[in-house]
């Protein structure tokens, strides 16, 4: 039979603040759980980070010679085209 709060009030204030209690320490473990998850993807985030710059700076630099060929190209008469190709089509 379950105590109510008239025949027992401390014991079930007592179990009150045990089921809280509990719940705060489970999420404060999830949330432990979810922190040391992040701190061992940082050295992996760190090199997806260095790799898209690396290879933001290759396309661009790229661009940049490719577009300065083209413009000595034109000084010099010849014609050409450009060609957008969607990354995502394969």
Not at 34 to 45: A, R, V, W, Y
Not at 51 to 58: C, D, E, G, V
Request: one cysteine or more; glycine letters at 2%; proline letters at 3%.
């Amino acid at each position: 039979m379950p105590y109510t709060t008239q025949e027992y009030p401390d014991l079930v204030a007592k179990c009150y603040l045990l089921k809280i209690s509990s719940k705060i320490e489970k999420g404060m473990k999830e949330s432990s759980a979810i922190h040391n998850q992040i701190e061992s993807d940082k050295p992996s985030l760190q090199i997806r980070l260095i790799l898209r710059f690396s290879l933001s700076w290759f396309i661009f630099t790229y661009l940049e010679i490719s577009t300065k060929s083209e413009e000595k190209d034109l000084l010099e008469g010849e014609s050409f085209s450009i060609y957008f190709k969607n990354c995502d089509d394969r």
